[in-house]
C-alpha cells in the first residue's frame, strides 16, 4: 500500500521558519513524483511545488518562489519543503501527495498523506 506521511507544521511568527516533511513508501520512486499542496480556510487548494522522481526536477508555485526549497533524500522517498520568510497568506493545511503524473504537466494527486496544520502569526 502506498503510505504518505506528513508532518514538521506549527505555529511560528511572520518572517520566521518551518520545515515540512513527506516521507513516502510502497511505490517506486523514479516513477513518480511528489508534491506539496495547501489548502487555506475558504479558498481552493493550491499546489505549492513538486519534485519529480525520474529526473529530479523541482517546481514551485509563484506565491512560494524564493521563500521556500524543496529537497529529497538520494532515496528519493522522503521530501523536505523547508518555507522561510514566512507570511500569513502562508497559513494553512499543507498536504503531500505522490502519484504518476509529471510535475511540469500538473502536480500528482494519486495518493494523498494526511494534512499537517501551519499557522504564521502577524
Known amino acids: 500500500d502506498v503510505q504518505l506521511q506528513a508532518s514538521g507544521g506549527g505555529l511560528v511568527q511572520a518572517g520566521g521558519s518551518l520545515r515540512l516533511s513527506c516521507t513516502a513508501s510502497g511505490f517506486t520512486y523514479d516513477d513518480h513524483a511528489i508534491a506539496w499542496f495547501r489548502q487555506a480556510p475558504g479558498k481552493e487548494r493550491e499546489g505549492v511545488s513538486c519534485f519529480s522522481g525520474s529526473d529530479g526536477s523541482i517546481y514551485y508555485a509563484d506565491s512560494v518562489k524564493g521563500r521556500f526549497t524543496l529537497s529529497a533524500t538520494n532515496a528519493k522517498n522522503t521530501v523536505y519543503l523547508q518555507m522561510n520568510k514566512m507570511k500569513a497568506e502562508d497559513t494553512a493545511v499543507y498536504f503531500c501527495?505522490?502519484?504518476?503524473?509529471?510535475?511540469?504537466?500538473?502536480?500528482?494527486?494519486?495518493?494523498w498523506g494526511q494534512g499537517t496544520e501551519v499557522t504564521v502569526s502577524s
Open positions: 501527495a505522490a502519484g504518476f503524473a509529471k510535475c511540469g504537466d500538473r502536480y500528482p494527486d494519486d495518493y
